[in-house]
């Protein structure tokens, strides 16, 4: 009997972990963050998209922390995103959270955000892109129109602060 109490409260307590995969909310924050997703990161220093994709014409990566706006992100589970210069632009960095180890919200879109990790340039082969357009709910037309692999600038981030919603 011992034993089954104590294995009930191991089982409890390994259970009682923090899901990474789950956001921290705050109460607006000084620096305007509402929440996080992933780790808890500064928003401070960070660099704007454009001046990220500037920096990767010269570089093959660099660790930084970015400042954009959601622009898409995927509709099945939240696994990845886009991160844009301005609200209204579809063009910026393709974001995936390190080791799969969180997800942001389907509805993200149009918010503010700061990622801290590593922006990069990557060869996205065609079925890639294809699984990308099919998660972003596109068209069978549009996604048979995918046949050649593209260059894209990606981000992985370890963290992402939510500015504005």
């Given at each position: 009997?011992?034993?089954?109490?104590?294995?009930?409260?191991?089982?409890?307590?390994?259970?009682?972990?923090?899901?990474?995969?789950?956001?921290?909310?705050?109460?607006?924050?000084?620096?305007?963050?509402?929440?996080?997703?992933?780790?808890?990161?500064?928003?401070?220093?960070?660099?704007?998209?454009?001046?990220?994709?500037?920096?990767?014409?010269?570089?093959?990566?660099?660790?930084?922390?970015?400042?954009?706006?959601?622009?898409?992100?995927?509709?099945?589970?939240?696994?990845?995103?886009?991160?844009?210069?301005?609200?209204?632009?579809?063009?910026?960095?393709f974001?995936?959270?390190?080791?799969?180890g969180?997800?942001?919200?389907?509805?993200?879109?149009?918010?503010?955000?700061?990622?801290?990790?590593?922006?990069f340039?990557?060869?996205?082969?065609?079925?890639?892109?294809?699984?990308?357009?099919?998660?972003?709910?596109?068209?069978?037309?549009?996604?048979?129109?995918?046949?050649?692999?593209?260059?894209?600038?990606?981000?992985?981030?370890?963290?992402?602060?939510?500015?504005?919603?």
């Amino acid at each position: 009997m011992k034993y089954f109490a104590f294995g009930f409260a191991i089982l409890f307590w390994t259970s009682c972990k923090t899901d990474k995969k789950m956001e921290t909310v705050v109460a607006e924050s000084s620096n305007g963050v509402t929440a996080y997703y992933g780790d808890t990161i500064q928003t401070e220093g960070s660099i704007s998209v454009n001046e990220a994709l500037e920096a990767l014409k010269t570089k093959d990566s660099i660790l930084t922390k970015v400042t954009g706006y959601v622009t898409g992100v995927c509709q099945v589970k939240g696994c990845w995103m886009v991160l844009s210069q301005t609200p209204d632009d579809s063009t910026g960095l393709f974001v995936k959270f390190k080791d799969y180890g969180f997800f942001v919200p389907k509805d993200l879109s149009g918010s503010k955000i700061t990622l801290d990790g590593k922006a990069f340039k990557q060869i996205t082969p065609v079925d890639e892109l294809k699984h990308y357009a099919e998660d972003e709910g596109k068209s069978a037309e549009e996604i048979a129109k995918i046949t050649q692999p593209t260059e894209e600038m990606k981000f992985l981030a370890h963290g992402v602060a939510v500015l504005k919603k």
